[in-house]
């Protein structure tokens, strides 16, 4: 008996535990949007289901590091670094995988998808090289994930993705440039809450906020916004298959 009690013991959270705030806000609401994707597929074109599929697994991989890094943050105190680019190294490849897919019905070659996961990666791992590794050159991994992710942005802007999404038009271009403005505003707030935790000359711009709020702002819009808007092309596509 009392080892069941401790086993179900919940660290408690501060009423001025704002990261830890977050953590918990965002473990609900990925689990919420998880439920959403998942349980919406079935009333999609068989063609769209895989897309929302990942929707759903991109929002489910989160909820289940979201459940770890809330955990971590409430014993510790410390941000969960971690759990947090093992969740982006999982999360964000699949966001590439959901370009593809939706470029799919103009041709869009397995080569851009994997053009824009290793981009991915490597933004990712200098990344954490800077915030978990190498903190004294952070600026330096800083610069360098910055680079890949300039030039993912470039390619779905003006590359080959952009293209065929031309060529897709309607539906599919209008989903695309919406997913495009997602990588150029959303993303950005990632680097923002990689100055504000990690040691460099941009200290005093960005010191005032908090590494792990930024992030899991981030995370929410990006993850479940990324996901909605795939969502709505499978319901206007869907739509006009059916008429
Ligand atoms: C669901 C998670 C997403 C969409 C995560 C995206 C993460 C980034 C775009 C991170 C970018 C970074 C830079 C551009 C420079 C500084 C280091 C990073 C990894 C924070």
Redesign the pocket.
Known sequence: MTKLLLNLEVARLAADDYVGFTFFVGCMAMMAASAFFFLSMSSFDKKWRTSILVSGL?TFI?AVHYWYMRDYWASFGESPVFFRYV??VL??PL?CVEFYLILKVAGAKKSLMWRLIFLSVV??V???L??AVDRDNAWF??LI??L??FVIVYDIWFGQAKKLAVAAGGDVLAAHKTLCWFVLV???I??I???AGTPGWYEPFFGGFNLDIVYNI??AI??IG?GLVVYNLAVLASKKSEA
Request: no cysteine; hydrophobic share 40%.
């Open positions: 991109i989160a969740d982006w999360t964000v966001m933004m990712l200098t990344g954490y800077g915030e991994w800083g994930s910055g890949a992710y959303g993303w950005a990632y680097p809450g990689y100055m981030g995370d990006n993850k990324f």
